[in-house]
C-alpha cells in the first residue's frame, strides 16, 4: 500500500510542484489549503505524514500541532520561510518532527520524509538495535561503549548520553531545548552554550575534522542532527 | 490670592496692555498685602491711559529679615505684577526712597504710587515716613499714596514661625551675651591698669566682633549691653546706672552712637556680601546649566542633565513634561507628578498660556509644585516642574527668576536640539531617497539575469521534450537550480540588509563557539567551494564569544563568496582566528590577485562593486558585513597580503562572563545524580 502524505499549504504553486514530484516517489498526495481542511483530512484519512506550511492564512502552524498531538503521533514537517525562525523553533519544541526552509529541493524534502516515516516506523515496532554504526563510528548502546575504527574512545556520562540521545532520533533535528531537557533535565533549559560546549568536545573526539563534521550536523538557530545513514552531503 | 480658590475654572491669565502710551507709572511694593492692591489700582490706571508701568522693590537688609508669609507676599507682589503687564524691577539699596527715586528718575516715570503706611507713626517725628520723603523730593514727579484702609494688613496670613529659626535667633543673643560677658571680665581685671577711654575701645572691639559674626539683632544687642554693663560698673558711680559726671555721660553717648553704628554698618557689609555671594551663585548655576546643556548630543540626556542641574539648584525634585505625539502632556524626565488631578491640570493651563504658576507663585498656587514654561521663540514647548524637598521653604523671591531663567535656557536648548534633528532627519530621508534609487536600479538588474536564465532554460526544456537528449536536460536543469539558489541568496542579502537599515534587528545573542559558526558558514557553502580548498586555523582553546550566531555566520559566508568570486578556481582560501587586546579577531584570506589599492574602504559600501558590471550581486555583501560587525561592536577591514591576494578581518569584542570550556561545569556536577538515575539506555 503506498504510503500517504497529507500537505497542508495554501500556496496553489508549490502544491502543484509537489503534486508533480511526490507521486512519482511512490508516496500518495492528499491536499490541504487551510489549516482547517487539513486538520479534518488528517482524522478523516489517516495520512502517515504531514508537511505544514507555517504561513497558513487561517490558523498559526503552532495550534495545528498542538490539535493534531492532541490525539496523533503523525510524523509532521513544518515548511518555514527564512523570516519565521522563531516560529519554526516553537513548532518543533511544540511536537513537530523536522523542518525544512524554503527554498528546497526534492532531495531534501525526500530525505526529511524518509526520515520521518521510518521513525514513526521504530516507534510502533520499537528498535531492537544494539549496535549503533555510522561510517567508522559504532556504539555499543548496551555496553555503551563507543568506537572510532578500532579504536574505544573514552566519553564522560554526559557526552555519552547527549550521542545516545542524537542516535535515538537520528536524522532528525533536535532543538537545543529538546536536548537539554532530555539530556541535563527540564530545569536546564536555558543552557545553550553549554550544549554547544558539550557538542564541541563530542565532535572533537568523534569528527575527523571538528570544524566540519560528517556526523554531528548543526542546524544554526535550532538544534542539532546526526546525520541519517541513507543521505549523504546534505 | 484670590486665584487661589478657582483651580477648576483655569482662567486665563489677563491680556497685556499692547498700546504704551508717553505715560509712565511706578508702584512700589513692600511686604505688606497692600502691595497686591497697588499693583492691581495702578494696572487699571495703566491699562485705562495705555501706559507703561514698573513695579518696583527695593531689597533693603531688612528683606532678609522678613518672616516667610511676608516674603511670599513680595513674591506673590512680583507675580501678580508681572501677569499684569508690568515691567518688575528689583534693586537692592538702604534707603527706599532715594532708590525708588534714582529709578523713577532713570526712567521717566511720570507718576509714582505708594501705599498709605499704617504703622511708624514714630517715625515720622525722625525724619520723616517714606510718603513724606518722596514728596518732599519729587520734584516734577506726581505721588499718588493709596490707603490700606479694610485691608487688613497681616490678618490673612497665619503665622508659622519656624522653630529652628527661633532658637538659631536665640543662640545668636546668647553668644552675644556671652561676648560682653567675657569683655567685662577681661575689663574687671584689667580696671586697675587701664584708663577709663580704654576699657570703651575694649567694649567697642567687642562689638565689632560680635557684629561681625552674628547677625543684625544680636549686633545691635552687644551694642546696648556693652553700654548698660559698662555703665553700671565702669563709670563713676560703680554699681549704679548713675553717672557721677557730665564728661562721662558724654563718654557713654558717644559709646552708644559709636557701637550701634559699628553694628549697623557691619550689618549692611555682611548683607551687601551675601547679596554678591548669591548673585554670584545664580550666575555659576546658569552658566554651569547652559555648560551642561551644551555638552549634550541627544534628547533624552539634555533633558536628563536639566533635571539634575536644576535639582541640585534647588534641593528638589523637578520633573520636565512635555506635549507627547497626541498632543497631551506626559513626564518626560524626571520624578513623576504626584497623584492628584490639579497637578496635571495646572500643568497644562501653564503649558497652554505660558506663564508660571503653581505653589508661591500666587498663580493657582493650591498645589506643591511650580510651573514653569519652557519657552522657544516665546511659544511654549513644555512645562518646568519643580517641587521642593521641604515645601514650608517658600521660594525667595529671587530663585523663582532664576528657575525662569534656566527654563529659558533648557527651552532654548530643546529647541536647538529640535532643529538639530530635523536637520539630520532631512538629511537621511535624502541619503535614504537616493539609495532607494540605487537599490531598485541595481536590483532589477540583478534580479533579471537569473530569471532570463531560469525562464530560458525551463522554456527550452518544455518545448524541445523530444530533441534533447538526457544530458541537456539535465543540464539545463541544474542551470535552472543553481539560478534560484543564486536568487534566494540575493534575496536573503536584500531582506538582511533592509533589516540593518531599518535599525529594527534585534540582536538574538548567546555564547557560541566560534568554531561552530565557521562550520555552519562552510557548510552553508558546501557546492560552490569545491574548487578552494579551505585551511583552518583556530586555537582549540578559543574562547566563547557573545554573538548573533545566524549574522556573524552571514558575514562569514558573504566574505567567503567574495573570495569565491574574485579568485581563481584551486586557490586555497584561510580562515585563522586569534585573540588581539580583548578583541576576537577572525581573518579571511584569498590568495586571488588582491585589491586594487584605494578601494579598501569604499568596497564596504554599498552597491559598490570594484569591477562594476563584470561581476554577479549588488555589491550588497561586503556593506551588509559592516553593518553586522558594527552592530556587534566590532570592526572589519580589508588589506593586501604580502604575498598575493587580501584578508578581510574583523573583530568581535570579548565580554565578560563567557561560559568556560573548561568541562568540570557545576552544573553538570549537579547532574551527576540525575544522570545516574536515569541511565535507562
Known amino acids: 500500500m503506498k504510503l500517504r502524505i497529507l500537505l497542508i499549504e495554501d500556496d496553489p504553486q508549490i502544491r502543484r510542484f509537489l503534486r508533480a514530484s511526490l507521486p512519482t516517489q511512490g508516496y500518495e498526495l492528499l491536499e490541504a489549503e487551510s489549516g482547517r481542511e487539513g486538520l479534518g483530512l488528517v482524522a478523516a484519512q489517516i495520512p502517515d505524514l504531514i508537511l505544514l506550511d507555517l504561513g497558513l492564512p487561517d490558523m498559526e502552524g503552532i495550534e495545528v500541532i498542538h490539535r493534531v498531538r492532541e490525539w496523533s503521533n503523525v510524523p509532521v514537517v513544518v515548511l518555514s520561510a527564512r523570516d519565521q525562525e522563531r516560529e519554526k523553533v516553537a513548532t518543533l519544541d511544540a511536537g513537530a518532527d523536522d523542518y525544512l526552509t524554503k527554498p528546497f529541493g526534492v532531495g531534501e524534502l525526500m530525505a526529511r520524509i524518509r526520515v520521518g516515516l521510518r521513525r514513526s516506523s521504530q516507534a510502533r515496532e520499537g528498535s531492537k538495535e544494539t549496535v549503533f554504526s555510522m561510517g567508522n563510528i559504532a556504539v555499543d548502546l548496551e555496553k555503551r561503549q563507543v568506537f572510532r575504527g578500532s579504536e574505544e574512545i573514552h566519553l564522560t556520562p554526559i557526552e555519552y548520553k547527549l550521542l545516545a540521545t542524537l542516535i535515538k532520533y537520528q536524522g532528525k533535528v533536535v532543538t537545543h531545548r529538546q536536548l537539554l531537557k532530555e539530556v541535563w533535565g527540564p530545569s536546564h533549559i536555558d543552557q545553550n552554550p553549554y550544549l554547544r560546549i558539550f557538542i564541541l568536545n563530542l565532535r572533537r573526539k568523534l569528527e575527523d575534522n571538528p570544524t566540519r563534521p560528517t556526523y554531528l550536523l548543526t542546524d544554526p538557530g535550532v538544534g542539532y542532527r546526526l546525520r541519517d545513514q541513507e543521505i549523504s552531503g546534505l | ?681
Open chain 2, 1 to 681: 490670592m484670590q486665584e487661589k480658590t478657582g483651580v477648576g475654572e483655569l482662567p486665563p491669565p489677563p491680556e497685556e496692555s499692547k498700546a504704551h502710551g508717553r505715560e509712565r507709572l511706578l508702584v512700589c511694593l513692600g511686604p505688606s498685602l497692600l502691595s497686591l492692591r497697588l499693583i492691581r489700582t495702578t494696572h487699571r490706571l495703566a491699562a485705562a491711559q495705555g501706559a507703561k508701568w514698573f513695579a518696583l522693590y527695593v531689597e533693603t537688609p531688612s528683606h532678609e529679615r522678613l518672616p516667610p508669609e511676608k516674603s511670599e507676599i513680595v513674591s506673590q507682589a512680583f507675580r501678580l505684577a508681572t501677569q499684569l503687564g508690568a515691567q518688575v524691577v528689583k534693586v537692592s539699596g538702604f534707603r527706599i526712597g532715594n532708590e525708588i527715586l534714582t529709578f523713577a528718575r532713570e526712567n521717566q516715570v511720570t507718576k509714582i504710587f505708594v501705599g498709605k503706611p499704617l504703622k511708624g507713626r514714630w517715625r515720622r517725628l525722625f525724619g520723616g515716613s517714606l510718603v513724606d520723603h518722596l514728596i518732599w523730593n519729587c520734584n516734577a514727579i506726581d505721588i499718588s499714596v493709596i490707603s490700606g484702609e479694610g485691608e487688613g494688613e497681616g490678618e490673612k496670613i497665619t503665622a508659622a514661625p519656624a522653630r529652628s529659626k527661633i532658637s538659631i535667633a536665640l543662640r545668636g543673643y546668647a553668644l552675644a551675651f556671652g561676648g560682653v560677658g567675657v569683655c567685662t571680665a577681661v575689663a574687671g581685671v584689667l580696671f586697675f591698669y587701664l584708663s577709663f577711654t580704654s576699657l570703651v575701645m575694649l567694649y567697642l572691639l567687642t562689638v565689632v566682633v560680635v557684629s561681625s559674626s552674628l547677625s543684625r539683632g544680636p549686633a545691635i544687642f552687644s551694642a546696648c549691653a556693652s553700654v548698660a554693663v559698662f555703665t553700671f560698673f565702669f563709670v563713676p558711680e560703680y554699681w549704679s546706672f548713675k553717672i557721677a559726671n557730665p564728661e562721662y555721660a558724654i563718654t557713654v553717648i558717644v559709646m552708644l552712637v559709636v557701637s550701634t553704628l559699628i553694628s549697623e554698618l557691619t550689618a549692611r557689609i555682611r548683607y551687601q556680601a551675601r547679596v554678591a555671594r548669591r548673585q554670584e551663585q545664580q550666575t555659576a548655576a546658569l552658566y554651569d546649566m547652559s555648560q551642561h546643556l551644551g555638552a549634550t548630543d541627544s534628547h533624552h540626556t539634555l533633558l536628563e542633565a536639566a533635571v539634575e542641574h536644576i535639582a541640585r539648584i534647588f534641593d528638589g525634585h523637578v520633573t520636565i513634561i512635555l506635549p507627547a505625539a497626541d498632543g497631551d502632556l506626559q513626564v518626560a524626565a524626571g520624578a513623576s507628578l504626584p497623584d492628584d488631578v490639579r497637578e496635571a491640570m495646572v500643568a497644562r493651563w501653564v503649558y497652554r498660556y505660558g506663564h508660571t504658576a503653581g505653589a508661591g507663585t500666587g498663580t493657582l498656587s493650591a498645589v506643591r509644585g511650580i510651573y514653569v514654561p519652557l519657552l522657544a521663540m516665546e511659544t511654549p514647548v513644555g512645562v518646568l516642574r519643580l517641587e521642593l524637598s521641604q515645601p514650608e521653604h517658600l521660594l525667595a523671591a529671587d530663585a523663582l527668576p532664576l528657575l525662569e531663567a534656566l527654563a529659558r535656557q533648557l527651552g532654548l536648548a530643546m529647541e536647538r536640539d529640535k532643529l538639530c534633528r530635523e536637520a539630520r532627519e532631512a538629511q537621511l530621508e535624502i541619503e535614504a531617497e537616493r539609495m532607494r534609487n540605487t537599490l531598485l536600479s541595481s536590483v532589477s538588474h540583478d534580479l533579471k539575469t537569473p530569471l532570463t536564465v531560469i525562464a530560458g532554460s525551463a522554456s527550452s526544456l518544455l518545448e524541445g521534450e523530444n530533441a534533447l537528449d538526457a544530458a541537456t536536460k539535465t543540464e539545463l536543469a541544474h542551470t535552472i537550480y543553481d539560478e534560484a539558489k543564486r536568487l534566494d541568496r540575493l534575496v536573503h542579502n536584500l531582506l538582511e540588509m533592509s533589516r540593518l537599515q531599518s535599525g529594527q534587528i534585534r540582536l538574538n545573542k548567546e555564547w557560541h563557539v566560534l568554531e561552530e559558526v565557521i562550520g555552519n558558514a562552510l557548510h552553508q557553502l558546501e557546492p560552490q567551494l569545491q574548487g578552494h580548498p579551505v585551511k583552518i586555523n583556530l586555537p582549540a582553546d578559543y574562547p566563547l564569544v557573545n554573538i548573533d550566531a545566524l549574522l556573524i555566520e552571514r558575514v562569514l559566508i558573504n566574505l567567503l563568496d567574495n573570495a569565491m568570486k574574485y579568485t581563481p578556481s584551486g586557490t586555497s582560501i584561510e580562515i585563522s582566528g586569534r585573540l588581539q587586546d580583548q578583541e576576537a579577531v577572525l581573518e579571511v584570506a584569498d590568495a586571488g590577485p588582491g585589491l586594487p589599492s584605494g578601494n579598501e574602504e569604499r568596497i564596504f559600501e554599498k552597491f559598490f562593486q570594484s569591477a562594476p558590471g563584470s561581476s554577479r550581486g549588488v555589491g550588497l555583501g561586503l556593506s551588509i558585513c559592516r553593518s553586522i560587525i558594527e552592530v556587534h561592536g566590532g570592526r572589519i577591514w580589508v588589506a593586501n597580503r604580502p604575498e598575493s591576494g587580501a584578508t578581510f578581518s574583523f573583530t568581535l569584542p570579548l565580554e565578560e562572563g563567557a561560559p568556560s570550556l573548561d568541562q568540570d561545569l557545576p552544573e553538570i556536577k549537579d547532574n551527576q545524580g540525575y544522570e545516574a538515575s536515569h541511565s535507562s539506555h
